[in-house]
């Protein structure tokens, strides 16, 4: 079975990717024993994730045991404790404390080292210094687009963690980038959803069978859209002119529309915001889509006939089932968010629309429904194989041996 292998994200809160990633790098270490580790103990099992243990009770636990760390992707190199902490509370305490903390930066620091338990201004960035009794840490496909925005202390930290780890892989050739120029090589490999579909869709098939997704199949026989957006797009103004889009994609394609959460952590989707624009829509056939099952929402997405929405997942996981995909950005950016962008230069070809504004959605839906069919299954297929090749590099075989996670590759 070999040393133990301590899988740790952000799986600990609910969103697509992150439920997503222990998924697939469990199914790539069969035979393993496997731990889940976030920053916080939570169940996420009700909606198809895992138990999750807070990291230093599972190294703790383990004791002498060597175990190898292993960040097992996602944004996580520009992520510091208040956001954390704010995203590993519920909804209704999130929005008091930032209503009460927003604004003082001494104060807000306290309550995070309190909520998380650690004093890491970036807790998601893992290091021997922080725990010792580590056999390694490795650092599987992540990504850091704004690192160089972020302040230097954090900065420091995330980089010498880096700097320390037995391996490193980033998901996108941005922040490959200015790793460089810190010093710091790091490999390139795509996001690990881009197996979503190699690994899992017997499974995601099954799961469009019955249950929700099913009804979304019966009531548009025509096919549909699969649209999501987050909470930030809540605006009155911003909502009515997703429904006029939305309202005319549908009757420029003739498919429906299911809107529906990418992920209900704060900070991320919100179904009363779905619900808005669903009241506003004239002409479009469309529902809400309100379970936040992971594997309901891959079949949501896989069944579907194309993805428009600002989740990056969401756009992952279209990727991987060869379908049409497009980014919606906010109103308040003039271009695509910086981790959607950086991804999609990496490895999308340049046929494949990457984002439009609200005032734009049915002809970026139309443009992206005309994209070759054949180039996106060439797209997923060679994502996948490129992947299966970074995660060859560190591959685990049995302890103690160059594969293995508990020494250097």
């Known amino acids: 079975m070999g040393s133990p292998v301590i899988l740790f994200g952000a799986f600990d809160r609910h969103n697509l990717g992150d439920l997503l990633f222990p998924h697939v790098l469990a199914a790539l270490l069969p035979g393993r024993e496997l731990k889940y580790a976030g920053l916080a103990d939570r169940d996420l099992r009700p909606h198809g994730g895992h138990r999750v243990e807070a990291v230093g009770r599972v190294i703790a636990e383990l004791g002498r045991r060597p175990a190898t760390l292993v960040h097992v992707g996602g944004e996580l190199l520009t992520c510091d404790a208040w956001q954390a902490a704010v995203m590993l509370s519920t909804p209704g305490v999130a929005q008091r404390v930032v209503a009460r903390l927003d604004a003082r930066p001494l104060d807000r620091a306290d309550w995070a080292r309190g909520v998380l338990g650690t004093d890491a201004l970036a807790p998601y960035a893992i290091s021997r210094k922080r725990y010792p009794g580590l056999a390694g840490v490795r650092f599987h496909a992540v990504g850091g687009v704004g690192l160089h925005e972020r302040p230097a ?37 795509p996001d690990p959803v881009t197996r979503v579909a190699e690994l899992f869709g017997e499974r995601i098939r099954r799961q469009a069978g019955a249950g ?25 103004a911003t909502l009515a002119a997703i429904a006029v889009q939305l309202d005319r994609a ?157 020494g250097r590759a």
């Open 212 to 236: 929700e997704v099913a009804g979304i199949l019966r009531a548009f026989p025509r096919g549909y859209l699969a649209v999501q957006f987050s909470a930030d797009f809540g605006d009155d």
């Open 153 to 189: 202390a954090l900065r420091a930290e995330v980089l010498a963690a880096l700097a320390a780890a037995d391996d490193l892989s980033v998901r996108d050739a941005q922040t490959q980038a200015l790793l460089a120029k810190a010093g710091i090589a790091a490999r390139l490999v």
């Open 250 to 406: 549908a009757a420029a394609t003739g498919l429906g529309v299911a809107l529906f959460r990418a992920g209900a952590a704060p900070w991320h989707d919100d179904l009363d915001v779905l619900r808005r624009v669903a009241a506003r829509a004239r002409v479009a056939p469309l529902r809400v889509f309100e379970s936040l099952d992971v594997w309901d929402i891959c079949a949501l997405l896989a069944s579907s006939r194309g993805y428009c929405g600002s989740s990056l997942h969401g756009r992952i996981v279209a990727t991987a089932f060869a379908l049409p995909r497009l980014t919606l950005h906010h109103p308040s950016r003039a271009a695509c968010p910086g981790k959607h962008a950086a991804y999609a230069a990496t490895w999308e070809p340049a046929v494949v629309p990457v984002a439009v504004g609200v005032d734009h959605i049915a002809r970026g839906i139309e443009d992206a429904l005309a994209v070759d069919p054949r180039r996106l299954r060439e797209t997923a297929d060679a994502l996948a194989a490129r992947h299966r090749e970074g995660f060859d590099a560190i591959a685990v075989a049995p302890a103690g041996s160059p594969g293995d996670p508990g």
